[in-house]
């Protein structure tokens, strides 16, 4: 087999960890956000749940959630999995790790923004809501960039756990062409793949990050 | 009903264990400038806090022209007003912090005209129109575009100064407004309070710069233990036979 070829098959399984990743952090950013309010609330049960749901996500190998959540409602409640569901699994597996992990530094950033602030915007009255978002929000995504910036790219490698549930991604892919065609060749052009995925993201982020330099 | 624009009766406020404030009653008139010294740890950031509903009060009442923020009732509990009633009230007061907390991702303009604009639905030409005005007014033409963090700390402080401004309030507190500045620093951020205090802006200024509260004040209260231990007009207070006064004011000696 041709290396042109190669990376021809190879090409449906990257644009799945490409979409794995993207789905990721378009549900899990803001879902992040949301579950570190909940870590915050002074509502004592609310923060306890979130407490040990940030500590189990966190605590067990994403590999192992991946499979709870496809395999999950066969196991606990008898419901028969369809093949469709194995790319939502993934999504939701994902998401759910990854808001866990977003959520602490969301947390982290939140609990940096000086009481003063705060303060200021209540003297000036602005109403909590507006507090949150045009005073506090912004500070914080700004601090948290750096932080937000490793769990991206780890992030990208971990798109190919998405294996584990046989969802064809690129590393999915790569090791059954492989297995089939006894080569290193695939395993060779995925890690190529992932490098450069990976410089891309570390690339947007500092872009970002430069973005926001206009203050400190 | 008198002139009285901010009238604090009996106010108690601990912290746990610790009794901050036992017993503080002021009231303070239109136009009247108000200075408030006495050691660290005496209660004056606390009174400040209570007054402008950053803490709330353990007992006593707090009102301003006229309208109660709080109340005692006879079970000896602090009643507060609705949210909306104070949502006005504070529209009637402004507070000029130590550290100035200015909101670092905002530039000067956005800093002196988004409370305006977004939270008190001010027309957007008209707010900039008015920070424009007072920007100039106190130095700082030039500086709309500058963020917080490329100014000088006397230049924060000024800018937080036309941002409690900007809002109209009828009486501004000042917390130690030079205290975080250096030493060169303070006498722009003094001169820009004076110039407030000629224009007969009602203010209660907690300071350590004794020649400053004696120029500006109509009145000067020495606050120590949780107390207001005297009041007067400057010369009273700074000419006081009181032991404990002229042992605070000797010790700073800068008059
Ligand atoms: N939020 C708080 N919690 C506990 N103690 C406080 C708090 N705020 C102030 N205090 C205490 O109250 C006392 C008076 O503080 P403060 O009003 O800041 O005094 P001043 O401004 O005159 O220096 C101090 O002993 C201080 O430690
Ligand atoms: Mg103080």
Redesign the interface.
């Known amino acids: 087999m041709s290396v042109g070829k190669i990376i021809l098959q190879l090409l449906d399984g990257s644009l799945v960890s490409i979409v794995i990743f993207l789905l990721t952090l378009l549900f899990s950013l803001p879902l992040g956000l949301l579950v570190a309010l909940g870590r915050l609330s002074k509502d004592r049960i609310l923060r306890s749940l979130i407490k040990v749901y940030i500590s189990i996500m966190r605590g067990t190998p994403l590999m192992l959630q991946l499979m709870v959540v496809f395999f999950g409602p066969y196991y606990l409640f008898g419901i028969k999995i369809k093949t469709s569901y194995r790319f939502a699994a993934v999504i939701i597996g994902f998401v759910l790790n990854y808001a866990a992990y977003f959520a602490e530094i969301y947390r982290g950033g939140i609990e940096a923004v000086?009481k003063?602030?705060y303060?200021?915007?209540?003297?000036?009255?602005?109403?909590p809501a507006?507090t949150f978002l045009?005073?506090i929000l912004?500070?914080v995504i700004?601090t948290i960039l750096p932080s937000v910036t490793n769990e991206v790219i780890t992030l990208v490698k971990d798109t190919s756990l998405a294996f584990v549930i046989a969802v064809s991604e690129m590393f999915t892919a790569a090791k059954a062409i492989a297995a089939a065609q006894t080569t290193m060749m695939p395993f060779i052009i995925a890690g190529i793949f992932y490098y450069v995925f990976n410089a891309v993201v570390a690339f947007a982020m500092a872009r970002i990050e430069k973005a926001m330099d206009?203050?400190? | 009903m008198s002139d009285c624009l901010v009238e604090i009766k009996n106010l108690k406020k601990s912290f746990g264990d610790l009794t901050v404030l036992k017993d503080v009653s002021l009231s303070v008139e239109k136009g009247e400038v108000v200075s408030v010294i006495g050691p660290s740890g005496s209660g004056k950031s606390t009174l400040l806090r209570c007054a402008t509903l950053l803490e709330t009060m353990d007992s006593g009442e707090l009102s301003y022209m006229g309208e109660k923020a709080c109340y005692t009732d006879a079970q000896g509990r602090c009643v507060y007003a609705s949210k909306e009633e104070l949502k006005h009230i504070r529209k009637k007061f402004g507070l000029v912090f130590q550290n100035f907390n200015l909101f670092p991702h905002f530039s000067v303009l956005k800093n002196v005209t988004d409370a305006a604009i977004v939270a008190h639905g001010v027309p957007k030409e008209e707010a900039f129109a008015n920070a424009r005005r007072l920007l100039t007014q106190f130095g700082l033409e030039g500086k709309e575009d500058s963020y917080p963090c490329q100014l000088s700390g006397g230049q924060q402080q000024r800018v937080s100064i036309v941002r409690a401004l900007a809002l109209n309030p009828q009486v501004i507190y000042f917390d130690e407004p030079t205290s975080a500045l250096d030493p060169e620093l303070t006498g722009e951020v003094l001169r820009v309070i004076k110039s407030l205090a000629e224009a007969h802006m009602t203010m209660i200024i907690v300071t350590h710069e004794m020649s400053f509260a004696k120029e500006v004040s109509d009145r000067v209260i020495f606050m120590e233990n949780g107390l207001i231990q005297m009041q007067g007009t400057p010369e009273q207070v700074f000419t006081s036979e009181n032991e404990r006064v002229k042992s605070f004011i000797g010790k700073l000696g800068n008059i």
């Open positions: 000086p003063g602030q303060e200021a915007a209540r003297l000036l009255g602005y109403t507006q045009r005073i912004p500070q700004k206009y203050y400190e």
